[in-house]
C-alpha cells in the first residue's frame, strides 16, 4: 500500500488543520494506521492510531485535542487538530501495516508503510 499525507500548513496558535492521509494500491480497510511527528532536532514520536476496528489511541499531549478518523470508503485516515500549540510544530507522518499486535501500535517499528510528511507550523 502507498500512503500519502497532506493538509499540512502555517496556523497559528489556537486554530485548527485536518491532516489526509489517502492510501492507494490497498485497501486502507484492513490496516491499522497511525500518525507520527518529527519536530525540528528531535526524535520522531507517535501521535495516534486508529486500528481497522475503528479503535483509537493517542499520546497524552493530545488527547482531548486531536481526533483520528477513516473513511473507509475514501480509502483515508485523518488527523484533526484542534487548540493547536508551538510544540505542535513538526512534520507530521502517516503509517500503515495489517497486522499489529496491541502493544505495539504506538511503535514505529511496527509499521511497514510510510506516508512521505506533511510539515505543521503553529505560530504563537
Known amino acids: 500500500v502507498q500512503l500519502q499525507a497532506s493538509g499540512g500548513g502555517l496556523v497559528q496558535a489556537g486554530g485548527s488543520l485536518r491532516l489526509s492521509c489517502v492510501a492507494s494500491?490497498?485497501?486502507?480497510?484492513?490496516?491499522?494506521v497511525a500518525w507520527f511527528r518529527q519536530a525540528p532536532g528531535k526524535e520522531r514520536e507517535f501521535v495516534g492510531y486508529v486500528k481497522t476496528s475503528g479503535h483509537t489511541g493517542y499520546r497524552e499531549s493530545v488527547k482531548g485535542r486531536f481526533t483520528i478518523s477513516r473513511e473507509n470508503a475514501k480509502n483515508t485516515v485523518y488527523l484533526q487538530m484542534d487548540s493547536l500549540r508551538p510544540e505542535d510544530t513538526a512534520v507530521y507522518y502517516c503509517?500503515?501495516?495489517?497486522?499489529?499486535?496491541?502493544?505495539?501500535?504506538?511503535?514505529?517499528?511496527?509499521?511497514?508503510?510510510w506516508g512521505q510528511g506533511t510539515l505543521v507550523t503553529v505560530s504563537s
Open positions: 494500491g490497498r485497501t486502507i480497510r484492513n490496516y491499522h
Open positions: 503509517a500503515a501495516d495489517s497486522s499489529v499486535i496491541h502493544s505495539s501500535l504506538a511503535s514505529e517499528i511496527a509499521y511497514d508503510y
